[in-house]
């Protein structure tokens, strides 16, 4: 039952590295995070992909089934992007895999996002140094008409990483199923997280060590 798991892992570094991480087995047994339509909404607002208001829409106002088959739709998006990832996780992404990424752009397609503009914050104002032309700023905003505009945010997630970002930082963790973006300064970072899988590796080098040290006092 969902109030048995743990808390979704947030630990890629990236949205949608992230997502690959909604289900995982970091203790050896799979765990789902979108396993319904409930679920999915709960897991945007967790990774803070959907502002508060359209989480409470769709929690308030939406057919459970129709937004169970939404969730069924992120599932198998979730795992097509998995097999792209596995098969370039580690390298330069080549243009040739533009035709790989047709389902990205084909989910964008229906995409009724537009911009308008909006009293800029106070942290922006003062990025412009108080500039009388930063005391406005253009708002990206969507239309959520359906349950399926949820799926927009997770997919311009997965396009920001391929076009933004060096593939040859996406790792999956030495230790479990859950991936993540390197932002180590050496680049050489080995685990999910220290919690998770660090310092049971750790834990477990130091009782090979000690084996070693017994072994070899007994020769």
């Known amino acids: 039952m969902a109030e048995q798991r743990p808390t979704a892992f947030f630990i890629g570094d990236d ?12 203790w050896g047994q799979e765990i789902e995070w979108l396993a319904n339509g409930s679920d999915l909404v709960a897991w945007l607002e967790q990774a803070h992909a959907v502002p508060a208001s359209v989480v409470a829409q769709f929690r308030e106002d939406t057919d459970f089934r129709t937004l169970d088959s939404v969730a069924s739709q992120a599932r198998q998006l979730r795992e097509w992007f998995r097999a792209f990832v596995s098969d370039h996780a580690g390298k330069p992404l080549d243009p040739a895999v533009l035709n790989e990424l047709a389902p990205i752009n084909q989910l964008l397609g229906r995409d009724e996002s537009y911009r308008q503009i909006a009293p800029a914050s106070p942290s922006d104002v003062e990025a412009t140094e108080g500039d009388r032309h930063g005391t406005l700023r253009w708002q990206r905003r ?3 008409r359906t349950p399926e505009a949820l799926l927009l945010p997770i997919t311009e997630a997965m396009g920001d990483l391929v076009c ?12 479990c199923t859950l991936w993540f973006y390197d932002l180590s300064k050496s680049h050489a970072r080995r685990w999910c997280s220290m919690a998770v899988c660090g310092n049971r590796a750790k834990a477990a080098a130091h009782r090979a060590r000690v084996r070693k040290r017994l072994r070899a006092a007994q020769t």
Not at 15 to 26: G, I
Not at 164 to 175: A, S
């Open 15 to 26: 949205l949608a590295l992230d997502f690959l991480n909604s289900v995982a087995a970091p």
């Open 164 to 175: 933004h970002k060096d593939f040859t930082f996406v790792r999956r963790c030495g230790n």
């Open 142 to 144: 969507r239309h959520w």
